[in-house]
């Protein structure tokens, strides 16, 4: 059975900080691993995802996420936090790359 | 990336309706998904639409309350029947559009009275 845990559903830094958001997975099998970005009244972005290839993930907005087997966690960081970076982030595991399952999700606030 | 889009954007409906939710995409795809994401919450899948054949459900969630058609490649309606207020949410399509990859439409924020 697959399942994600994100730790803090609401994390707030100063502008300019460093972002750390934490995710936990469970899988079966060697997963894919994605996060997502939810600005307000909007769908879904894909940020980054992991597919087995490099450990380290860079994606979009300066964000990027490390894939460590042996802590079952695919964290994202940002070294610096930009207002632009308030959202709603989402982690995501999939086993066969169909079938999505979603973490409850972090709440980033920035303080200028 | 895949350009999807999705109507109504939002709608507040009344107690005991149906509403029906239009997923159009940009080119052909084998599958469809229809998630639901409640106040505060994350997303929930409620069903994958396979184009010529019948959705197939997540556990928790039914045809009869939740129909789903899919006429063809880039097209797929989500109707969701006889709704009450514990229905209000945002419903989101995605697509498969790279191996391993999910695209989002912008969902529809519902709002049941």
């Known amino acids: 059975a697959q399942s994600v845990t994100q730790l803090g559903s609401h994390v707030s830094v100063s502008e300019g900080a460093l972002v750390l958001l934490r995710c936990n997975y469970s899988?079966?099998?060697?997963?894919?691993l994605f996060w997502y970005v939810q600005y307000p009244n909007q769908g879904l972005q894909l940020l980054l995802k992991?597919?087995?290839?490099?450990?380290l993930v860079k994606g979009i907005n300066g964000f990027e996420a490390e894939f460590k087997k042996s802590e079952t966690s695919f964290h994202l960081t940002k070294p610096s936090a930009h207002m632009s970076d308030a959202a709603e982030y989402f982690c995501?595991?999939?086993?066969?790359?169909?079938?999505?399952?979603f973490g409850t999700g972090t709440s980033l606030t920035v303080i200028p | 990336s895949a350009v999807i889009s999705q109507k109504p954007s939002r709608d507040i409906c009344q107690r005991g309706t149906s509403l029906t939710i239009q997923c159009q995409v940009d080119?052909?795809?084998?599958?469809m998904f229809w998630y639901r994401q409640q106040p505060g919450q994350s997303l929930t899948l409620i069903a994958t639409?396979?184009?010529?054949?019948?959705?197939?459900?997540e556990s928790g969630f039914v045809i009869d309350k939740f129909p789903i058609s899919r006429p063809n490649l880039t097209f797929s309606t989500l109707t969701v029947s006889n709704m009450s207020p514990e229905d209000s949410s945002i419903y989101l399509c995605?697509?498969?559009?790279?191996?391993?990859?999910?695209?989002f439409g912008p969902g529809t924020r519902l709002t049941v009275l």
């Open positions: 995605s697509v498969e559009r790279r191996a391993n990859e999910q695209f």
């Open positions: 899988s079966s099998v060697p997963p894919y």
């Open positions: 992991y597919t087995s290839a490099a450990t």
């Open positions: 995501a595991v999939s086993e066969s790359g169909n079938q999505f399952y």
């Open positions: 080119s052909q795809v084998t599958m």
């Open positions: 639409a396979n184009q010529g054949s019948e959705a197939t459900y």
